[in-house]
T-cell receptor, first 110, second 112 residues
Framework: EDQVTQSPEALRLQEGESSSLNCSYTVSGLRGLFWYRQDPGKGPEFLFTLYSAGEEKEKERLKATLTKKESFLHITAPKPEDSATYLCAVIGAGSYQLTFGKGTKLSVIP | ETGVTQSPTHLIKTRGQQVTLRCSSQSGHNTVSWYQQALGQGPQFIFQYYREEENGRGNFPPRFSGLQFPNYSSELNVNALELDDSALYLC???????????FGSGTRLTVV
């Protein structure tokens, strides 16, 4: 059974204070690891897909990296508008479903 | 290019009733998945439809059922509602079954 664990559950940063969110996963044959951003009462918004260990992707202040056991979402010099819940999900071999973690709630204080 | 749209946005039902939620897929997408998200939790997979056929199901009882139509829009039906069915229901569409999922804004269902 695929499993995803995200840490920390909540993170409070000052504006400009860089940090990282962690996503640890257990999956039989990773087909893809996904990062989503979710604002309160809204659906998840796609950020990145990573497919193999060593892969990195960047978008504005966000950078996602992948190893064989975990992924990190690095946030550089965050702004208040980056406040949201960040969800990590995986799809394993022979599966059709995204298995999500519980998310990390990020708050960026001006 | 339109995104995924869901209706209604909010719904209140009484325990034991039945509910139908609707989803219009993103243009060009032939696969739709439904997820349930309880407060403070990540989304949980309910089922997936590909070209009008169910091709995957999560750990949800048979009272959760669905349909996908020829235009790739979809419905989620829940019978005999229970209080624990209160959640945000998310629809996600993709081209084929292998990812690149686009989510709608969800339907907030409250069962009282």
């Amino acid at each position: 059974e695929d499993q995803v664990t995200q840490s920390p559950e909540a993170l409070r940063l000052q504006e400009g204070e860089s940090s990282s969110l962690n996503c640890s996963y257990t999956v039989s044959g990773l087909r893809g690891l996904f990062w989503y951003r979710q604002d309160p009462g809204k659906g998840p918004e796609f950020l990145f897909t990573l497919y193999s260990a060593g892969e990195e992707k960047e978008k504005e202040r966000l950078k996602a990296t992948l190893t064989k056991k975990e992924s990190f979402l690095h946030i550089t010099a965050p702004k208040p508008e980056d406040s949201a819940t960040y969800l990590c999900a995986v799809i394993g071999a022979g599966s059709y479903q995204l298995t999500f973690g519980k998310g990390t709630k990020l708050s960026v204080i001006p | 290019e339109t995104g995924v749209t869901q209706s209604p946005t909010h719904l209140i039902k009484t325990r034991g009733q039945q509910v139908t939620l609707r989803c219009s897929s993103q243009s060009g997408h032939n696969t739709v998945s439904w997820y349930q998200q309880a407060l403070g939790q990540g989304p949980q997979f309910i089922f997936q439809y590909y070209r009008e056929e169910e091709n995957g199901r999560g750990n949800f009882p048979p009272r959760f059922s669905g349909l996908q139509f020829p235009n790739y829009s979809s419905e989620l039906n829940v019978n005999a509602l229970e209080l624990d069915d209160s959640a945000l229901y998310l629809c996600a569409s993709s081209l084929d079954t292998e990812g690149g999922y686009t989510f709608g804004s969800g339907t907030r269902l409250t069962v009282v």
